[in-house]
């Protein structure tokens, strides 16, 4: 499935952000939807993910929502801090399967002190 990650931008310390993840091509129902992260120098890291059946995991501040009916995939951030400051990517899993197979191209959050 083809996704497009969209809603980064600047923001403050202490802010709170929406990051936005189109599906056009999916049907949420048939995948699990997760969101990482990747810092300057470090490794890709988990962020959250969920299913639309309930399935629930999320680091932190962090919400993950999803809307099927828009095929539209959600990761609320609250209470920012400048570590969050990252390139944040939306990823797709067929359900069964536990890698993540389908990648964004990435959004940047940068949050300042």
């Known amino acids: 499935v083809q996704l497009q990650a969209s809603g980064g931008g600047l923001v403050q310390a202490g802010d709170s952000l929406t990051l936005s993840c189109a599906a056009p091509?999916?049907?949420?129902?048939?995948?699990?939807m997760g969101w990482f992260r990747q810092a300057p120098g470090k490794e890709r890291e988990f962020v959250a993910a969920r299913t639309l059946s309930g399935s629930n995991s999320v680091k932190g501040r962090f919400t993950i929502s999803l809307d099927n009916a828009k095929k539209m995939v959600y990761l609320q951030m609250n209470s920012l801090k400048p570590e969050d400051t990252a390139i944040y990517y939306c990823a797709a899993r067929q359900l069964g399967v536990t890698s993540y197979e389908d990648w964004g191209q990435g959004t940047q959050v940068t949050v300042s002190s």
């Open positions: 091509g999916g049907t949420l129902g048939s995948y699990g």
